[in-house]
T-cell receptor, first 116, second 111 residues
Framework: GAGVSQSPRYKVAKRGQDVALRCDPI?????LFWYQQALGQGPEFLTY????????KSGLPSDRFFAERPEGSVSTLKIQRTQQEDSAVYLC??????????????FGDGTRLSIL | GNSVTQMEGPVTLSEEAFLTINCTYT??????LFWYVQYPGEGLQLLLK?????DKGSNKGFEATYRKETTSFHLEKGSVQVSDSAVYFC??????????FGAGTRLFVKA
């Protein structure tokens, strides 16, 4: 399809394990965002890429969280030594524009991460 | 810092009722404002947007007007349908490109 694709849809991991979440943005979209959505809450910003450059990572909650977009398309969000408070839905969004805040963001269906 | 506050849900309405979901914001600059909708089992979708004061965004019978004087962006629909049952998120985006979302308002529409 032509939308943002995230995988896996569901991920269950034991506390202390590392996980990797993948995002395939819409082809040609310059901007890519990661959000964390806790149950019953709105998405909270984690990090932003413009092409391959990570321009804002102010929302990453700790140094256990790491994101990359090496070729300016697919992005991976990695969480090391997972903890129970990492359980959430992780959303990826892409946007056509670079510095234009008027561009809408297109969201994937998210990855629901559960840490046991 | 910037923030978005929207009315708590759930909101339960009968079909064809009038809908208002309140949203107010705090921002230092002149943000763009958005309403996103999340249908059951689906991802967030942009419903409508407004980029400057007094702009009215509209889509699928929903409307919201960017009110700078009251820092509000209330969502309205004249006649809701069962298919409108979803979670609605108000959001703002500043020049830093970071989008800030409200907590969401769940809407249930009964037939």
């Amino acid at each position: 399809g032509a939308g943002v694709s995230q995988s896996p849809r569901y991920k269950v991991a034991k506390r202390g394990q590392d996980v990797a979440l993948r995002c395939d943005p819409i082809s040609g979209h310059v901007s890519l965002f990661w959000y964390q959505q806790a149950l019953g809450q709105g998405p909270e910003f984690l990090t932003y890429f413009q092409n391959e450059a990570q321009l804002d990572k102010s929302g990453l909650p700790s140094d256990r969280f790491f994101a990359e977009r090496p070729e300016g398309s697919v992005s991976t969000l990695k969480i090391q030594r997972t903890q129970q408070e990492d359980s959430a839905v992780y959303l990826c969004a892409s946007s056509l524009g670079a510095r234009d805040s008027n561009q809408p963001q297109h969201f994937g269906d998210g990855t629901r991460l559960s840490i046991l | 810092g910037n923030s978005v506050t929207q009315m708590e849900g759930p909101v339960t309405l009968s079909e064809e009722a009038f809908l208002t979901i309140n949203c107010t914001y705090t921002a230092t600059g002149y943000p763009s404002l958005f309403w996103y909708v999340q249908y059951p089992g689906e991802g967030l979708q942009l419903l409508l947007k407004a980029t400057k004061a007094d702009d009215k965004g509209s889509n699928k019978g929903f409307e919201a007007t960017y009110r700078k004087e009251t820092t509000s962006f209330h969502l309205e629909k004249g006649s809701v349908q069962v298919s409108d049952s979803a979670v609605y998120f108000c959001a703002l985006s500043d020049r830093g490109f970071k989008t800030i979302f409200g907590a969401g308002t769940r809407l249930f529409v009964k037939a």
